[in-house]
């Protein structure tokens, strides 16, 4: 079943997406991703930044979970993290 929500992307993919957070509407983490990499399919940068990010799916870290197994909620919010320099 679809779902709909929000993506949201911090530093260098905020940058890449040139904006803070879209909608989704998919099922699973890796249809969001999908989604996400086709709607910036004009800015390959974007797609290299996503290999590095780990995600947040309503606040539980997604990990080495495989992106097709991780279910979105209606209303839920994905974060997107790329690494971060620093403490």
């Known amino acids: 079943m679809t779902t709909t ?17 879209e909608p989704y509407a998919a099922a699973t983490l890796a249809e969001a991703l999908d989604a996400a990499r086709a709607a910036h399919a004009a800015n390959p940068e974007f797609a290299r930044v996503l290999l590095r990010c780990s995600f947040l799916v309503d606040g539980d870290p997604v990990g080495t979970r495989d992106h097709g197994a991780v279910p979105l909620a209606e209303g839920g919010t994905v974060e997107v993290l790329p690494p971060f320099a620093g403490g």
């Open 5 to 21: 929500g929000t993506v949201r992307y911090w530093a260098a993919a905020k940058a890449a997406a040139g904006t803070a957070e």
